[in-house]
């Protein structure tokens, strides 16, 4: 069972679009990472969430984690050509190993100019 | 530029070779990493070092043998590799927290893409 479950898997859009992503789990995190990687490159952190109900901003990017710390989301406005990539949502749930992040599968977001 | 350097950009080895991948980082980090990567997969994780001791093992095949000499260092020593084996292998830090826990985030360098032939 995927302890975060990601989706969509796959993303194509046109320049100027709105997309949100889903990462849900059963499990309580004590925080929550998003990642964006580009080819040939490691994940790059865009921001932690930390606190039930936290809302942070990112200039087009808006990220929200859960009330009750179980599940987040990424929203993108007026998508660009440049946010195309692998987006990653992991974090630590309370009943893990510590030191293990969990990762979602993932969502491959293409933007289209 | 990511503050998690990983050498060789690429690596090719044959079934029989021995090589090393290294990862080194300066930012005072004193949990490291080892990842496994697919193509459009999220990173697999194989080890973690927690004060230069290794910590986890995710049941890795022992032909993959990590090596943390110092805080600043982790090497992946690899012998007998098979074809399935080929993937980008990510190096990453993160801080511990006073209370011993791993909630910082991950540093990932850029990988390593290896292909075994």
């Known amino acids: 069972t995927q302890l975060l479950e990601q989706s969509p898997q796959f993303l194509s859009i046109q320049e100027g679009e709105n997309l949100t992503v889903y990462c849900n789990s059963s499990s309580v995190f004590s925080s929550l990472q998003w990642y964006r990687q580009e080819p040939g490159e490691g994940p790059v952190l865009l921001v932690t969430v930390v606190t039930g109900g936290e809302v942070k901003k990112l200039k087009r990017l808006t990220f929200q984690f859960g009330d009750a710390r179980k599940d987040s989301s990424l929203h993108i406005t007026a998508a660009q050509p440049g946010d195309t990539g692998l987006y990653l949502c992991?974090?630590?749930?309370?009943?893990?190993?510590?030191?293990?992040?969990?990762f979602g599968d993932g969502t491959t977001l293409t933007v289209k100019p | 530029d990511t503050e998690v350097t990983q050498t060789p950009k690429h690596l090719v080895m044959g079934m029989t070779n021995k090589k090393s991948l290294k990862c080194e980082q300066h930012?005072?980090?004193?949990?490291m990493y080892w990842y496994k990567q697919k193509a459009k997969k999220p990173p697999e994780l194989m080890f973690v070092y927690s004060y230069e001791k290794l910590s986890i093992n995710e049941s890795v095949p022992s032909r993959f043998s990590p090596e943390c000499p110092n805080s600043s260092l982790l090497n992946l020593h690899l012998h007998a590799l098979q074809p399935e084996d080929s993937a980008l292998y990510l190096c990453?830090?993160?801080?511990?927290?006073?209370?011993?826990?791993?909630?910082?985030?991950?540093?990932f360098g850029n990988g390593t893409r290896l292909t075994v032939t």
């Open positions: 990453a830090s993160s801080t511990r927290d006073s209370g011993g826990t791993y909630n910082s985030p991950l540093h």
């Open positions: 930012m005072g980090h004193r949990a």
């Open positions: 992991a974090g630590r749930a309370y009943n893990t190993n510590a030191g293990k992040s969990t």
